[in-house]
Protein backbone atom coordinates (compact mmCIF):
# COMPACT_ATOMS: atom_id res chain seq x y z
CA UNK A 1 0.00 0.00 0.00
CA UNK A 2 1.53 3.44 -0.75
CA UNK A 3 1.38 5.39 1.69
CA UNK A 4 2.29 9.09 0.03
CA UNK A 5 0.27 11.77 -0.22
CA UNK A 6 1.03 14.37 -2.92
CA UNK A 7 0.13 17.81 -1.97
CA UNK A 8 0.27 20.39 -4.12
CA UNK A 9 1.29 23.91 -2.34
CA UNK A 10 -0.71 26.81 -2.88
CA UNK A 11 1.78 29.73 -3.70
CA UNK A 12 1.16 31.23 -0.22
CA UNK A 13 3.48 28.97 1.00
CA UNK A 14 6.19 30.23 -1.48
CA UNK A 15 7.06 26.33 -3.26
CA UNK A 16 8.95 24.14 -1.21
CA UNK A 17 12.56 24.14 -2.76
CA UNK A 18 12.72 26.33 -5.55
CA UNK A 19 11.53 30.04 -5.72
CA UNK A 20 10.35 32.31 -8.65
CA UNK A 21 10.29 28.95 -10.80
CA UNK A 22 6.67 30.02 -11.91
CA UNK A 23 5.38 26.17 -12.10
CA UNK A 24 3.32 24.56 -10.13
CA UNK A 25 5.27 23.01 -7.11
CA UNK A 26 4.44 19.66 -5.85
CA UNK A 27 5.76 18.43 -2.74
CA UNK A 28 5.64 14.43 -1.56
CA UNK A 29 4.34 14.54 2.52
CA UNK A 30 5.69 11.17 3.47
CA UNK A 31 3.50 9.38 6.13
CA UNK A 32 3.48 6.61 8.04
CA UNK A 33 6.94 4.64 7.66
CA UNK A 34 7.95 4.56 3.91
CA UNK A 35 9.69 1.82 2.27
CA UNK A 36 12.82 2.69 0.04
CA UNK A 37 11.11 1.92 -2.93
CA UNK A 38 8.63 4.34 -1.80
CA UNK A 39 11.21 6.32 -1.75
CA UNK A 40 13.40 5.90 -4.75
CA UNK A 41 9.90 6.37 -6.67
CA UNK A 42 9.40 10.16 -4.50
CA UNK A 43 12.77 11.06 -5.26
CA UNK A 44 13.59 9.75 -8.93
CA UNK A 45 13.54 12.86 -11.44
CA UNK A 46 10.39 12.84 -13.92
CA UNK A 47 10.72 10.21 -16.89
CA UNK A 48 11.10 11.70 -20.47
CA UNK A 49 8.90 11.05 -23.12
CA UNK A 50 9.10 11.17 -26.62
CA UNK A 51 7.16 13.52 -28.54
CA UNK A 52 6.63 15.92 -25.69
CA UNK A 53 8.24 18.62 -25.64
CA UNK A 54 10.09 19.23 -21.78
CA UNK A 55 9.43 22.19 -19.84
CA UNK A 56 12.57 24.65 -19.72
CA UNK A 57 14.71 23.47 -16.93
CA UNK A 58 13.65 27.00 -14.67
CA UNK A 59 10.27 25.64 -14.85
CA UNK A 60 11.04 21.55 -13.99
CA UNK A 61 11.31 21.80 -9.84
CA UNK A 62 13.92 18.90 -8.31
CA UNK A 63 11.94 15.48 -7.03
CA UNK A 64 11.23 16.69 -3.12
CA UNK A 65 9.91 14.74 0.02
CA UNK A 66 9.01 15.95 3.21
CA UNK A 67 9.79 13.97 6.11
CA UNK A 68 7.06 15.18 8.99
CA UNK A 69 7.62 11.69 10.04
CA UNK A 70 10.43 12.58 10.85
CA UNK A 71 9.74 14.67 13.76
CA UNK A 72 11.63 16.47 16.55
CA UNK A 73 10.38 17.41 20.26
CA UNK A 74 9.80 20.64 20.33
CA UNK A 75 13.61 22.46 20.25
CA UNK A 76 15.47 19.66 20.01
CA UNK A 77 17.68 18.07 16.78
CA UNK A 78 17.22 14.75 18.63
CA UNK A 79 16.35 11.42 16.25
CA UNK A 80 13.76 9.66 17.87
CA UNK A 81 13.41 5.78 17.13
CA UNK A 82 11.04 6.33 14.84
CA UNK A 83 13.06 8.67 12.84
CA UNK A 84 15.97 6.06 12.59
CA UNK A 85 13.64 3.74 11.40
CA UNK A 86 12.24 5.82 8.77
CA UNK A 87 15.51 7.22 7.96
CA UNK A 88 17.26 3.49 7.49
CA UNK A 89 15.06 3.25 4.55
CA UNK A 90 15.69 6.47 3.12
CA UNK A 91 19.33 5.85 3.55
CA UNK A 92 18.57 2.32 1.32
CA UNK A 93 16.72 4.31 -1.20
CA UNK A 94 19.66 6.77 -1.72
CA UNK A 95 22.40 3.62 -2.33
CA UNK A 96 19.55 2.24 -4.96
CA UNK A 97 21.07 2.11 -8.69
CA UNK A 98 18.27 5.03 -9.38
CA UNK A 99 19.49 7.84 -6.76
CA UNK A 100 23.50 6.59 -6.28
CA UNK A 101 24.64 9.20 -8.75
CA UNK A 102 22.27 12.10 -7.05
CA UNK A 103 22.93 14.91 -5.08
CA UNK A 104 20.76 15.95 -2.22
CA UNK A 105 19.91 18.45 -0.08
CA UNK A 106 18.77 18.15 2.89
CA UNK A 107 16.48 21.06 4.72
CA UNK A 108 16.17 21.39 8.26
CA UNK A 109 13.12 23.18 9.38
CA UNK A 110 11.28 24.46 12.15
CA UNK A 111 7.85 25.69 13.81
CA UNK A 112 7.00 29.11 14.44
CA UNK A 113 7.65 29.47 17.99
CA UNK A 114 10.50 30.97 19.60
CA UNK A 115 13.25 34.04 17.95
CA UNK A 116 14.24 34.07 14.00
CA UNK A 117 17.72 33.27 15.42
CA UNK A 118 16.69 30.28 17.61
CA UNK A 119 14.81 28.47 15.19
CA UNK A 120 17.52 29.13 12.23
CA UNK A 121 20.16 27.57 14.38
CA UNK A 122 17.87 24.40 15.31
CA UNK A 123 16.96 23.52 11.85
CA UNK A 124 20.46 24.13 10.60
CA UNK A 125 21.33 21.22 13.27
CA UNK A 126 18.04 18.92 12.57
CA UNK A 127 19.55 18.84 8.62
CA UNK A 128 23.15 18.15 10.08
CA UNK A 129 21.39 15.16 12.29
CA UNK A 130 19.77 13.63 9.44
CA UNK A 131 22.79 14.53 7.37
CA UNK A 132 25.20 12.99 9.68
CA UNK A 133 22.64 9.48 10.38
CA UNK A 134 22.54 9.15 6.73
CA UNK A 135 26.15 9.23 6.52
CA UNK A 136 26.25 6.52 8.84
CA UNK A 137 24.16 4.71 6.93
CA UNK A 138 26.84 4.24 4.39
CA UNK A 139 25.16 7.23 2.10
CA UNK A 140 27.79 9.33 0.62
CA UNK A 141 28.33 11.89 2.43
CA UNK A 142 29.82 13.72 -0.77
CA UNK A 143 26.41 13.58 -2.19
CA UNK A 144 24.92 15.00 1.33
CA UNK A 145 24.00 18.68 1.43
CA UNK A 146 22.28 20.41 4.72
CA UNK A 147 21.07 23.65 5.34
CA UNK A 148 18.65 24.99 7.31
CA UNK A 149 15.73 27.40 6.59
CA UNK A 150 14.35 28.16 10.19
CA UNK A 151 10.91 28.63 10.24
CA UNK A 152 10.32 29.36 6.92
CA UNK A 153 8.17 27.32 4.29
CA UNK A 154 5.42 25.80 6.62
CA UNK A 155 3.75 22.78 5.74
CA UNK A 156 0.68 24.02 8.06
CA UNK A 157 0.89 28.13 7.29
CA UNK A 158 -2.57 28.25 8.98
CA UNK A 159 -0.49 27.26 11.97
CA UNK A 160 3.06 27.66 12.72
CA UNK A 161 3.35 26.23 16.01
CA UNK A 162 2.46 22.93 14.51
CA UNK A 163 4.66 19.86 15.00
CA UNK A 164 4.43 19.22 11.10
CA UNK A 165 6.59 22.09 10.54
CA UNK A 166 9.32 20.63 12.66
CA UNK A 167 10.42 18.48 9.92
CA UNK A 168 13.14 17.80 7.42
CA UNK A 169 12.75 17.95 3.25
CA UNK A 170 15.03 15.70 1.29
CA UNK A 171 15.47 17.70 -2.15
CA UNK A 172 16.97 15.83 -5.44
CA UNK A 173 19.47 18.58 -7.10
CA UNK A 174 20.34 15.76 -10.08
CA UNK A 175 23.50 13.93 -10.70
CA UNK A 176 26.58 14.64 -9.12
Given at each position: ?????????????????????????????????????????????????R?????????V????????????????????????????????????????????????????????V???????????????????R???????????????????????????????????????
Amino acid sequence: MNKRLLVVLAAVIGGLGIAGTGAAQKANVMTGTPTAAEFVDALSPPRKTRGIRPMQAEQVAPPEVNLPIVNFEFGSAQLTEQARTVLDQLAIALQSQQLSSSRFRIEGHTDSVGSEVYNQTLSERRAQAVRDYLASRNVDPNALTSVGVGEADPLDPTDGAAPINRRVAVINLGAS
